[in-house]
């Protein structure tokens, strides 16, 4: 059973198109982390969120936390070649100690 | 550069070799981790040290053998190997278990 999932797996769109990812889970995180991963790299930290409902931009993207901290979103505006990547969700859960648990990721293709 | 290095980044290696994954961050983290990337399946966390003690081992098979000398170093023993566990190995570090993460590039293991 996938405690995280993203969808969509895979989105290939035109450059200066909207997109938007969505990381959905029935349980609840004490924060949610995206990243971004390129070809032959490791995946690198975007953003967190912490609070219900907290939208967070950086430039292009913006994303969001939900209100119940079970789902989040990352929304691109006017894509272009380079945020052509793996985007991976991942949600921080306490269980005695912290754990963190990934989605399976969204890899985008951004087309000139 | 995220401050994690990994070597080598490709490795070929037969189902008898022995052979080691290295990470080193420069990064003054206390907490360092495996993971295993493996096309369509989220990323699968293996081990976690911090403050140089191994803090989790997610069921990994005994034939993946980790070693963490210090807080700074972080390598992985592979020894008989099956082909199933060609993937991408992943080494990250945090400043405290499950804060954001940062990862190396990645070591490429191919098993024949």
């Known amino acids: 059973t996938q405690l995280l999932e993203q969808s969509p797996q895979f989105l290939s769109i035109q450059e200066g198109e909207n997109l938007t990812v969505y990381c959905n889970s029935s349980?609840?995180?004490?924060?949610l982390q995206w990243y971004r991963q390129e070809p032959g790299e490791g995946p690198v930290l975007l953003v967190t969120?912490?609070?219900?409902?907290e939208v967070k931009k950086l430039k292009r993207l913006t994303f969001q936390f939900g209100d119940a901290r079970k789902d989040s979103s990352l929304h691109i505006t006017a894509a272009q070649p380079g945020d052509t990547g793996l985007y991976l969700c991942?949600?921080?859960?306490?269980?005695?100690?912290?754990?963190?648990?990934f989605g399976q990721g969204t890899r985008l293709t951004i087309n000139p | 550069e995220t401050g994690v290095t990994q070597t080598p980044r490709h490795l070929v290696m037969g189902m008898t070799n022995k052979k080691s994954l290295k990470c080193e961050q420069h990064?003054?983290?206390?907490?360092m981790y495996w993971y295993k990337q493996s096309a369509k399946k989220p990323l699968e966390l293996m081990f976690v040290?911090?403050?140089?003690?191994?803090?989790e081992n997610n069921s990994v098979p005994s034939r993946f053998s980790p070693e963490c000398p210090n807080s700074s170093h972080l390598f992985l023993h592979l020894h008989t190997l099956q082909p199933e566990d060609s993937a991408l190995y992943l080494c990250?570090?945090?400043?405290?278990?499950?804060?954001?993460?940062?990862f190396g590039e990645g070591s490429r293991l191919t098993v024949l």
């Open positions: 990250a570090s945090s400043l405290g278990t499950y804060a954001e993460l940062f």
């Open positions: 349980s609840v995180f004490s924060s």
């Open positions: 969120v912490v609070t219900g409902g």
């Open positions: 991942a949600g921080a859960r306490y269980q005695g100690a912290q754990k963190l648990v």
């Open positions: 990064l003054g983290h206390n907490a």
């Open positions: 040290y911090n403050f140089k003690e191994q803090t």
